[in-house]
């Protein structure tokens, strides 16, 4: 137990370099151009586009580009597995503390297995335990919502940073 304990203090490393005042802005521009795009295309279309992990997506797709949970691929396959596997666990067992509990573990595993992984897409099992919705879920928002926000991503990471993305599809 007390070596247990003692890995609670860390390594001991350095914090991460501070991110440079354009970067800072650079991705605080990303981020509500890529959030006003998703919500005004869905208020014109009187749909729903806007999930809660979206919000976390743009911190990554912004603020650290060049992450592999950053990549188009992990960013729309993460959000449309997660989203699957928690409709399909809520449709199949009911809205039960455990089955919800079994969709987010289910939910890693599949991102880990096929290599999407997106860290905000773990929440939408959550998101679908909360509010309940019908199969439609995974077109609107998730896979639509999702697009755009990659659509914004290319358009801006490749406008305003000197590297390319993405690194990978």
Same mark, same amino acid.
Request: glycine letters at 10%; aromatic letters at 12%; one cysteine or more.
């Given at each position: 137990m007390l070596v247990l304990l003692r890995k609670f203090r860390g390594d001991a490393l350095a914090l991460p370099p501070?991110?440079?005042?354009?970067?800072?802005?650079?991705?605080?521009? @990303? @981020?509500?151009?890529?959030?006003? =795009?998703?919500?005004?295309?869905?208020?014109?279309?009187?749909?729903?586009?806007?999930? @809660?992990?979206? /919000?976390?997506? =743009?911190?990554l797709v912004f603020g650290f580009a060049d992450l592999p949970f950053s990549q188009p691929r992990n960013v729309i396959g993460g959000h449309l597995l997660s989203s699957l596997v928690g409709l399909a666990f809520l449709?199949?067992? /009911?809205?039960?503390?455990?089955?919800?509990?079994?969709?987010? /573990?289910?939910a890693i595993a599949l991102m880990m297995l096929t290599r999407t992984v997106h860290p905000p897409a773990g929440s939408n099992p959550v998101i679908i335990f909360l509010a309940q919705p019908g199969w439609g879920f995974l077109l609107f928002p998730?896979?639509? @919502?999702?697009?755009?926000?990659?659509?914004?991503?290319?358009?801006?990471?490749?406008?305003?940073?000197? /590297?390319?993305?993405?690194?990978?599809?």
């Amino acid at each position: 137990m007390l070596v247990l304990l003692r890995k609670f203090r860390g390594d001991a490393l350095a914090l991460p370099p501070r991110a440079s005042l354009q970067q800072v802005a650079l991705a605080w521009l @990303g @981020g509500v151009l890529a959030i006003a =795009c998703v919500a005004s295309a869905g208020d014109l279309l009187s749909l729903s586009l806007l999930l @809660g992990s979206f /919000g976390a997506s =743009c911190v990554l797709v912004f603020g650290f580009a060049d992450l592999p949970f950053s990549q188009p691929r992990n960013v729309i396959g993460g959000h449309l597995l997660s989203s699957l596997v928690g409709l399909a666990f809520l449709h199949a067992f /009911g809205p039960q503390w455990w089955v919800l509990a079994l969709a987010v /573990g289910s939910a890693i595993a599949l991102m880990m297995l096929t290599r999407t992984v997106h860290p905000p897409a773990g929440s939408n099992p959550v998101i679908i335990f909360l509010a309940q919705p019908g199969w439609g879920f995974l077109l609107f928002p998730t896979l639509v @919502g999702a697009l755009l926000l990659v659509l914004v991503a290319l358009f801006f990471n490749n406008a305003t940073r000197s /590297g390319r993305y993405p690194k990978y599809w």
